[in-house]
């Protein structure tokens, strides 16, 4: 049976309880109720009965009182009516003739304890209350009983015995009853329906916190709670899902390429989920003080974003800043009419992060600033992901450099040119392919031994470097073999560069053995997209510019042209 189902039926059991309860209490009260209404009727005839003997008295005229007392029968609808003389009236006064020497056991017993006596008798067609009510001699009485009566006071002077009909009254309570029944029943009802509006959004709240937590003891915390409660209990589901989407996050961010996919999915979560317009984004390396921005949306009115980290107030105390804390907190954030957040994120001993959130208005940072214990969940959970993709990168990034030069390697080049990199390289633009190659570089290392010709492959890779642009790529293609990919450039440039690697390692002098030599270079060029339609196709062309550069006495630039191809695969 489900909870719902149990909780109902738990309601209904118990409001059926109270309903009978109700009815059962309402019936005894008003037997009660109707027992003592018709005692208190027949004491009232009883009063009206020892005021008329006692007038008949008076008057002489107990003679007549059958008369009288039939009346009183008769008019009251009194069955079994009659006085019981005590034997201190008998004695004095004789039997009496109606009936006021016969006595019953109930008659007797109020003449022994002076106390009035009632019996019920029901019956499936008839309920009849018998009522016995002691005449008291008193002397305070008008007139005063001891004046006429041999007694004393408090002696029981008679019994007035009457038989009354409860029927009606019990007829009534049933009716009344009924009704209070169906009243009751239609509460019920209600009850139900509105205890089962009410309590199946808890009801169902609970069965799927229950779930959420079984899925989670199973390592899966992805379970959502889809409630329409809007109170404490459904802060604690948006508490859950909160949880469970930062659990989603997690998993897919763990499959995700690198940490730049990662910083665009968190971007995207700050401006989608929380609302956030103006940020801006830092990755900050804490060896070298120098922060890098991912992500700006921000609105710094002309002020230069520092690539030095110290700037950064959140960075160099390692705490959140927020501007409400203290006029002019952080100078470098001051902006009229702004108010920012920023908050400081440790990856890892070499790398953090730093988010920096700026707003005009007084309400949103008040507002992101009650959602950053939620924020700060997401940067909590990306953290080991991101020190654990910046790791891969590092192990990927010694995989594709040559570990001699620092250059990038052959596999480097094969990866970028199958993968979709080159779509961010190739374009309208025109790219210029340098094959270059160390002349005579092998009686360099048959002569002076290999350490000099690693010395000759450094000084070359260094002159590389610094001969051409960061957006540049700069390989080691083979042993004594280069390559270099010279982006958005123009045949001026190239030739300008070519030649300029060229001469400076014409002029670069090594030692060996107390000898010095001198070492030159040949170098092919080929230019995409005028010389081939695709990069892999200018490489070829390249080291067949390369190629007739060599046959063709060697220390030249030489370009591509078409009578140089070779032939072989065109790529």
């Not at 049976?1 to 109902?8: A, C, D, E, I």
């Not at 239609?186 to 009801?203: E, G, H, K, Q």
């Amino acid at each position: 049976m489900s909870t719902n189902k149990k909780v109902l039926t738990i309601v209904i059991t118990m409001l059926l309880s109270v309903s009978l309860v109700s009815i059962m209490v309402f019936i005894y009260n008003f037997k009660q109720f109707s027992i003592k209404n018709t005692t208190d009727k027949a004491i009232s005839i009883a009063q009206n009965v020892r005021d008329g003997l006692t007038a008949h008295m008076v008057n002489g005229t107990m003679d007549k009182r059958a008369l009288f007392l039939d009346n009183i029968a008769t008019n009251q609808k009194i069955e079994n009516f009659h006085l019981l003389r005590a034997p201190s009236v008998v004695n004095q006064y004789g039997t009496g003739f109606y009936g006021e020497t016969r006595i019953s056991s109930l008659e007797e017993k109020v003449v022994k304890t002076a106390k009035l006596q009632t019996k019920l008798i029901e019956t499936i067609d008839n309920v009849i209350l018998k009522v016995s009510i002691p005449y008291i001699a008193r002397a305070d009485a008008k007139p005063n009983c001891l004046e006429c009566h041999t007694a004393k006071e408090g002696d029981v002077l008679g019994v007035i015995s009457m038989d009354l009909e409860v029927s009606s009254t019990r007829m009534e309570g049933v009716f009344i009853a009924s009704k209070i029944l169906f009243i009751l029943l239609v509460i019920l009802v209600i009850s139900i329906f509105v205890a089962n509006y009410f309590i199946r959004p808890y009801i169902k709240l609970f069965d799927d916190l229950e779930n959420g937590i079984l899925q989670a003891y199973r390592g899966d915390f992805s379970y959502k709670v889809d409630t329409t409660l809007k109170n404490e209990a459904g802060k604690v589901a948006d508490r859950l899902n909160e949880l469970s989407e930062i659990y989603r996050f997690k998993k897919t961010i763990e499959l995700d390429e690198n940490k730049i996919v990662i910083y665009n999915r968190i971007v995207h979560i700050l401006q989608s989920k929380f609302k956030i317009s103006k940020f801006i984004f830092f990755e900050i390396n804490n060896k070298n003080k120098i922060r890098e921005v991912i992500f700006d949306s921000a609105d710094l009115n002309g002020i230069e974003l520092d690539e030095n980290a110290n700037v950064c107030r959140s960075f160099r105390t390692s705490n959140h800043v927020y501007s409400s804390d203290f006029d002019d907190l952080c100078l470098n954030c001051k902006q009229k009419l702004s108010e920012y957040i920023c908050l400081n994120y440790d990856i890892d001993e070499v790398n953090s992060l730093v988010l920096h959130i700026q707003s005009s208005s007084q309400e949103e940072i008040k507002r992101i600033k009650d959602e950053i214990p939620v924020i700060s969940n997401y940067f909590d959970m990306a953290k080991p992901v991101i020190e654990s993709k910046i790791l891969m990168d590092i192990l990927k990034e010694t995989t594709l450099r040559d570990p001699m030069t620092g250059l990038y390697n052959r596999r480097f080049l094969n990866e970028l040119l199958d993968s979709n990199i080159t779509s961010r390289i190739v374009n309208d633009n025109i790219h210029a392919i340098l094959m270059i190659d160390v002349d005579f570089f092998k009686k360099v290392n048959d002569s002076f031994g290999h350490d000099v010709g690693d010395e000759v492959i450094k000084r070359l890779a260094k002159i590389m470097k610094e001969s051409t642009r960061n957006s540049d790529i700069a390989v080691r293609y083979g042993g004594e073999e280069f390559l270099i990919l010279l982006q958005n450039t123009t045949k001026e440039k190239t030739l300008k560069i070519a030649k300029m690697i060229n001469e400076k390692f014409k002029s670069e002098v090594f030692s060996a053995n107390s000898t010095t030599f001198s070492k030159t270079l040949s170098v092919g060029i080929s230019y995409y997209p005028s010389d081939a339609d695709t990069l892999w196709k200018a490489i070829k062309y390249a080291d067949d510019a390369l190629y007739n550069a060599k046959n063709n006495g060697r220390d030249k630039v030489v370009e591509f042209e078409l009578f140089m191809h070779s032939g072989g695969e065109d790529y």
